[in-house]
């Protein structure tokens, strides 16, 4: 992990096209601005985490699940 000191108004650039500001330092808190393209997701670390635990849970095929959509095609019947 790369460790980096700035201060208010300074900046750090990611890439040819991300650029981070420091915008103030205030008590605990810092509040940064982000520079960067609009097709690319930027996201707080505790939303990314729930994005991915979500689309991991999505991905969770339980065998009853199977055997109950096999069942449904089978009979042609629709879903409840």
Known sequence: MLVLTRKAGE?????????????????????????????????????YDKIKQENQEATQWHITDLNELSSMLKSGRKQP
Do not use: C, L, N, S
């Open 11 to 47: 900046g750090i650039i990611i890439g040819d096209d991300v650029k981070i500001t420091i915008i103030e330092v205030k008590g605990g808190g810092i509040r940064i601005g982000i520079d960067a393209p609009r097709d690319m997701k930027v996201h707080r670390q505790e939303v």
